[in-house]
């Protein structure tokens, strides 16, 4: 067992911790830039040796402490270790004072990341390479004093680096990627990248910009602006014998673009022109900087990077009414996922900016009078509806329509629109006969429901007498309240609905949604989500199925166990348990995947939020069929969902080309079909099919990437299956 552990630990702490301190440093945690990066940080062996050493350490020493295992993970720790640990193997000898001071450092940046980690992560800011500029400090100032520690020209002759490690053939192919004939401004770009990890050569650049690429089409575009902006403006303000060095352009300007370019904001045109902006700022910042550390013969290293990258952030953070530029809210650690899911998740969870309300009726009414209605609906009161109940021939009563009781929405029930206490109750309202008005009691008899600390609803004109509650009841969504009635300024029954943010009766109203009903269409229901019905309307509340309310009602502490058949035809199973985060945000975990999938259910609706962990598990697969499911009796309507770009597994070379230019617009788009379907046998209503689908539009030419089926039975998803061109899913539910 203890073993095991070791072994767990390696490959879920240590192993992830270690990669991702490569790539983070381009705001990644990416594999494949990881690997890149530490394989040409060898090329200058004693220096990648050194480096990743620190970071060993560094992750090491974390672990063992306790701090927590997702800023580990993602290599936020560890990372300017590795930046010390190449920097030291590039300046100094090996050696056992040289060994020991490394360890020295590495423990000293891990003790400043996590300091400032504290202090700055409280206003929302980022500490970036300032531990490796403070670190390297301590190191080169009192360097002198150390007799056994020397100096190295191995940057300078690293060419024997290369000799020493494969020989004649590997120096031959080095000394002539080296002396490639390209043109200038790519030389100086790929020497640039290189010289961020202490290099000054251009196949370690070029390795590292054609990872950038594969990785992120976004931050490569955004390394090139930085990078042309830098070179551009030293020229026309003539400093280019102080700024334009490799390590300037490379640790400096071309981390401030990717930075603020993609990854601490989300990429637009906007976040691009700040980009060209930002950098002659760091121009001025670094001149200034090198000059004042060169009083003490400190380097400025990428200091100035960490200034403006910080300073700009936190200037970001104190606006009142953000705009333009968008911080990222959910850090993805990829400019284009975080765009992606940014645009998707700016439409489909605006619902989380409501307290969902529902209609407050049962049964099809019509809505007379909408917002800014051209009757009362007017100024401060315009944001209200009006609703009655009509027959076929279009007439809200029958007989002659002399009498209240002949209307058909008289003394009909009315219904609390969502959860609350109540906070008032007037109910001392005669009703009017018929085309009378009473202007002295303009609201008549009301209720107004506090269901949230400035949010009220009103609902007037009711039947007096006709209360059900009393002022302080907490009532819930769907309770009996009154009955409608034609009271106050009525000139025949019909119920009236505000909402307002003070108790008062008659506040000012909000424009504020409805969360789900449905509306008659031309030929069908068509449900609505977090809109506000028309005027005209025919509009209904939804009605909740139960064998989908219960099987998708998946609680905190509940458990879920599925068997399957990979693509290889073994089986396996997963065990998912639900829990709530700190937050009392819903998920699945899987254990044995380490997969979160995190979930809403509002009792109309379920659906997924993020998934985070392994994609190739069978969480993910579900995450991807049941992306949002209605509870509700949905008919033959088919739902459409919108699904971020990055969720595409099929990455062809379209979205590719689309990355580039997906911050200044999109033409490909991605979303979730899901449509119910019961048995043929209509004596089987306990076996209910979802059939879900994910389509890609490219220029408006649809395509299918998967297709789902969920099953549903006794209360439970009792099997579900997930199919694309390369991979079959089926699962079935283990009944344990």
Same mark, same amino acid.
């Not at 071309?254 to 002659?280: E, N």
């Not at 121009?283 to 000059?291: A, D, I, Q, T, Y």
């Not at 985060?581 to 819903?586: E, P």
């Given at each position: 067992?203890?073993?095991?552990?070791?072994?767990?630990?390696?490959?879920?702490?240590?192993?992830?911790?270690?990669?991702?301190?490569?790539?983070?440093?381009?705001?990644?945690?990416? #594999?494949?830039? *990881?690997?890149?990066?530490?394989?040409?940080?060898?090329?200058?062996?004693?220096?990648?040796?050194?480096?990743?050493?620190?970071?060993?350490?560094?992750?090491?020493?974390?672990?063992?402490?306790?701090?927590?295992?997702?800023?580990? $993970?993602?290599?936020?720790?560890?990372?300017?270790?590795?930046?010390?640990?190449?920097?030291?193997?590039?300046?100094?000898?090996?050696?056992?004072?040289?060994?020991?001071?490394?360890?020295? *450092?590495?423990?000293?940046?891990?003790?400043?990341?996590?300091?400032?980690?504290?202090?700055?992560?409280?206003?929302?800011?980022?500490?970036?390479?300032?531990?490796?500029?403070?670190?390297?400090?301590?190191?080169?100032?009192?360097?002198?004093?150390?007799?056994?520690?020397?100096?190295?020209?191995?940057?300078?002759?690293?060419?024997?680096?290369?000799?020493?490690?494969?020989? /004649?053939?590997?120096?031959?192919?080095?000394?002539?990627?080296?002396?490639?004939?390209?043109?200038?401004?790519?030389?100086?770009?790929?020497?640039?990248?290189?010289?961020?990890?202490?290099?000054?050569?251009?196949?370690?650049?070029?390795?590292?910009?054609?990872?950038?690429?594969?990785?992120? &089409?976004?931050?490569?575009?955004?390394?090139?602006?930085?990078?042309?902006?830098?070179?551009?403006?030293?020229?026309?303000?003539?400093?280019?014998?102080?700024?334009?060095?490799?390590?300037?352009?490379?640790? /400096?300007?071309?981390?401030?673009?990717?930075?603020?370019?993609?990854?601490?904001?989300?990429?637009?045109?906007?976040?691009?022109?700040?980009?060209?902006?930002?950098?002659?700022?760091?121009?001025?910042?670094?001149?200034?900087?090198? #000059?004042?550390?060169?009083?003490?013969?400190?380097? *400025?290293?990428?200091?100035?990077?960490?200034?403006?990258?910080?300073?700009?952030? +936190?200037?970001?953070?104190?606006?009142?009414?953000?705009?333009?530029?968008?911080?990222?809210?959910?850090?993805?650690?990829?400019?284009?996922?975080?765009? +992606?899911?940014?645009?998707?998740?700016?439409?489909?969870?605006?619902?989380?900016?409501?307290?969902?309300?529902?209609?407050?009726?049962?049964?099809?009414?019509?809505?007379?009078?909408?917002?800014?209605?051209?009757?009362?609906?007017?100024?401060?009161?315009?944001?209200?509806?009006?609703?009655?109940?009509?027959?076929?021939?279009?007439?809200?009563?029958?007989?002659?329509?002399?009498?209240?009781?002949?209307?058909?929405?008289?003394?009909?029930?009315?219904?609390?629109?969502?959860?609350?206490?109540?906070?008032?109750?007037?109910?001392?309202?005669?009703?009017?006969?018929?085309?009378?008005?009473?202007?002295?009691?303009?609201?008549?008899?009301?209720?107004?429901?506090?269901?949230?600390?400035?949010?009220?609803?009103?609902?007037?004109?009711? #039947?007096?007498?006709?209360? $059900?509650?009393?002022?302080?009841?907490?009532?819930?969504?769907?309770?009996?309240?009154?009955?409608?009635?034609?009271?106050?300024?009525?000139?025949?029954?019909?119920?009236?609905?505000?909402?307002?943010?003070?108790?008062?009766?008659?506040?000012?109203?909000?424009?504020?949604?409805?969360?789900?009903?449905?509306?008659?269409?031309?030929?069908?229901?068509?449900?609505?989500?977090?809109?506000?019905?028309?005027?005209?309307?025919?509009?209904?509340?939804?009605?909740?199925?139960?064998?989908? $309310?219960?099987?998708?009602?998946?609680?905190?502490?509940?458990?879920?166990?599925?068997?399957?058949?990979?693509?290889?035809?073994?089986?396996?199973?997963?065990?998912?348990?639900?829990?709530?985060?700190?937050?009392?945000?819903?998920?699945?975990?899987? $254990?044995?995947?380490?997969?979160?999938?995190?979930?809403?259910?509002?009792?109309?609706?379920?659906?997924?939020?993020?998934?985070?962990?392994?994609?190739?598990?069978?969480?993910? +697969?579900?995450?991807?069929?049941?992306?949002?499911?209605?509870?509700?009796?949905?008919? /033959?309507?088919?739902?459409?969902?919108?699904?971020?770009?990055?969720?595409?597994?099929?990455?062809?070379?379209?979205?590719?080309?689309?990355?580039?230019?997906?911050?200044?617009?999109?033409?490909? &788009?991605?979303?979730?079909?899901?449509?119910?379907?019961?048995?043929? /046998?209509?004596?089987?209503?306990?076996?209910?099919?979802?059939?879900? #689908?994910?389509?890609?539009?490219?220029?408006?030419?649809?395509?299918?990437?998967?297709?789902?089926?969920?099953?549903?039975?006794?209360?439970?998803?009792?099997?579900?299956?997930?199919?694309?061109?390369?991979?079959?899913?089926?699962?079935?539910?283990?009944?344990?």
């Amino acid at each position: 067992m203890p073993v095991q552990r070791h072994i767990n630990t390696f490959r879920n702490i240590i192993l992830p911790a270690t990669l991702n301190s490569y790539s983070v440093i381009f705001f990644f945690n990416n #594999k494949l830039l *990881a690997i890149v990066i530490m394989l040409v940080s060898f090329f200058n062996f004693f220096a990648g040796l050194s480096g990743l050493i620190a970071v060993l350490v560094t992750v090491l020493i974390a672990n063992s402490m306790g701090f927590d295992k997702i800023q580990l $993970k993602n290599g936020v720790y560890s990372f300017n270790a590795l930046l010390t640990g190449i920097g030291m193997g590039t300046f100094f000898d090996p050696g056992l004072v040289f060994y020991s001071l490394l360890l020295l *450092a590495a423990l000293l940046t891990l003790i400043l990341s996590v300091t400032f980690g504290g202090w700055l992560y409280k206003y929302g800011l980022p500490f970036l390479s300032i531990p490796f500029v403070i670190t390297f400090w301590f190191i080169v100032l009192p360097s002198s004093q150390f007799e056994n520690l020397g100096l190295t020209q191995r940057n300078i002759y690293w060419m024997n680096e290369v000799y020493a490690i494969g020989g /004649n053939s590997m120096l031959n192919f080095f000394q002539t990627m080296d002396s490639l004939p390209v043109h200038k401004m790519a030389d100086i770009y790929l020497r640039s990248m290189s010289s961020i990890f202490f290099q000054d050569n251009l196949i370690t650049g070029l390795f590292i910009t054609i990872a950038l690429l594969i990785c992120s &089409r976004i931050a490569f575009s955004l390394s090139i602006i930085g990078f042309v902006s830098a070179y551009f403006f030293a020229k026309f303000s003539g400093s280019a014998a102080a700024s334009i060095t490799y390590y300037n352009i490379g640790a /400096n300007y071309m981390m401030v673009a990717i930075a603020i370019g993609g990854f601490f904001v989300i990429p637009s045109k906007y976040s691009y022109l700040w980009t060209v902006l930002l950098v002659p700022l760091t121009s001025l910042v670094l001149l200034f900087m090198s #000059k004042l550390l060169g009083f003490i013969q400190l380097p *400025a290293f990428s200091l100035p990077f960490s200034f403006v990258v910080i300073l700009f952030v +936190y200037f970001l953070l104190l606006r009142t009414n953000p705009s333009k530029l968008k911080l990222t809210p959910i850090q993805y650690y990829s400019p284009e996922i975080n765009l +992606y899911t940014f645009n998707n998740n700016k439409d489909r969870f605006s619902n989380f900016l409501y307290f969902p309300l529902h209609l407050p009726f049962w049964g099809e009414w019509t809505v007379t009078q909408g917002h800014d209605g051209k009757h009362t609906h007017k100024g401060d009161w315009g944001k209200a509806f009006d609703f009655m109940l009509f027959d076929d021939k279009s007439k809200t009563y029958a007989s002659n329509g002399l009498f209240c009781e002949n209307y058909y929405c008289y003394n009909k029930p009315v219904l609390s629109p969502a959860d609350g206490f109540v906070e008032d109750i007037i109910d001392n309202v005669d009703d009017n006969e018929i085309g009378n008005v009473n202007t002295t009691d303009n609201w008549g008899n009301t209720i107004i429901i506090r269901h949230l600390p400035g949010l009220y609803t009103q609902l007037s004109h009711l #039947k007096k007498g006709s209360f $059900k509650v009393s002022k302080g009841n907490f009532v819930k969504q769907g309770d009996l309240l009154a009955h409608c009635g034609n009271s106050g300024r009525s000139p025949e029954p019909h119920l009236h609905f505000q909402v307002q943010i003070t108790p008062t009766l008659g506040s000012r109203t909000i424009d504020y949604p409805f969360a789900y009903y449905y509306e008659m269409g031309e030929k069908e229901l068509q449900l609505h989500q977090f809109s506000k019905p028309p005027e005209g309307a025919l509009v209904s509340g939804v009605t909740t199925n139960i064998l989908l $309310k219960t099987a998708f009602d998946i609680t905190p502490n509940s458990i879920l166990k599925y068997s399957y058949l990979n693509e290889k035809g073994i089986e396996n199973s997963e065990l998912w348990e639900a829990y709530t985060d700190a937050y009392n945000y819903k998920y699945l975990y899987c $254990k044995e995947t380490e997969s979160s999938a995190f979930y809403v259910n509002d009792g109309s609706m379920f659906y997924f939020t993020a998934f985070y962990g392994n994609k190739e598990s069978l969480l993910y +697969y579900f995450y991807l069929s049941a992306y949002k499911v209605f509870l509700g009796e949905a008919g /033959n309507t088919e739902m459409n969902d919108a699904m971020p770009l990055s969720i595409i597994r099929n990455k062809k070379i379209s979205i590719w080309l689309h990355d580039f230019i997906a911050p200044f617009c999109t033409y490909i &788009r991605v979303w979730h079909c899901i449509k119910q379907e019961y048995c043929t /046998n209509l004596l089987d209503v306990e076996l209910l099919f979802l059939k879900s #689908k994910i389509q890609v539009s490219v220029f408006g030419k649809t395509r299918t990437e998967s297709n789902s089926t969920i099953t549903l039975k006794e209360n439970c998803i009792i099997e579900f299956t997930y199919e694309t061109s390369k991979t079959k899913i089926q699962a079935k539910w283990l009944n344990s």
